[in-house]
């Protein structure tokens, strides 16, 4: 992601692409990207309109090393993030995500997605339901 502009944002990170980032093991590249607040989970919408969870590792995505000398990165990644779920949450790109903690103790946690479908999304964290739709 180094070749990202990174903009910081309250309870995400978004990137303004300065050229096309893949996901691992898929054929459509990423497009937004968000991070909880304890930086435990991250949560990605790539260029198919796909949305997923991730668990990171010991809170911090920066922590990631080789387990082994022999293991390229990629085989490293994969052994450390674990993917909790994915969803076809979009028609089209996801262009910016969310995560929503305001109400975490009372309600819980929220992903709101948008997308180039010109639809706004609220989806539960834990498991990516559909909560409801704004938009088109």
Known sequence: LRDHARVRRRGGLALQ???????????????A????DDNTRLVMGDTSGRLRLYDLPEGDVLKLR???????VEETIKKQIKEMWYINAHRKSITSIQVVETFAETSGIFVVTASLDKNIYLHWLKNGILIGQFGQ
């Open 33 to 36: 990207l968000a991070v909880t």
């Open 66 to 72: 080789k387990t082994s000398k022999r293991d390229n």
């Open 17 to 31: 692409p300065v050229e096309k980032v893949k996901i691992i093991g898929e054929k459509d590249s990423l497009s």
